[in-house]
């Protein structure tokens, strides 16, 4: 039987400027707000024009974005304390 052998010994030490994982962490974390941003200028206005009447679907839409924040906050929170570690 032949011992195995992992692929990630073949690669070089220094492969790119992302190999850091905090590095990656960070850039995905920009990412993510800058996605999240756009998406939050570009239609809150208009899902809460929609649900003005309706205070159930407008609870609804509040906290859809409360929970995007939330989740942002969350991916922050913890990229930043992988960088102490």
């Known amino acids: 039987m032949r011992?195995?052998?992992?692929?990630?010994?073949?690669?070089?030490?220094g492969r790119g400027s992302l190999?850091?994982?905090f590095q990656r962490r960070l850039t995905i974390c920009v990412?993510?707000?800058?996605?999240?941003?756009i998406i939050v200028?570009?239609?809150?206005?208009?899902l809460y024009l929609v649900t003005a009447?309706?205070?159930?679907?407008?609870?609804?839409?509040?906290?859809?974005f409360?929970?995007?924040l939330g989740s942002l906050a969350r991916m922050w929170f913890l990229t930043v304390n992988s960088r102490s570690r």
């Open 66 to 68: 409360a929970a995007l």
């Open 31 to 37: 990412v993510q707000t800058v996605v999240n941003a």
């Open 41 to 46: 200028v570009r239609f809150a206005g208009t």
């Open 19 to 21: 190999s850091n994982p």
């Open 3 to 13: 011992p195995y052998v992992s692929a990630a010994s073949d690669q070089p030490a």
């Open 53 to 64: 009447h309706h205070a159930l679907q407008q609870i609804g839409v509040t906290l859809m």
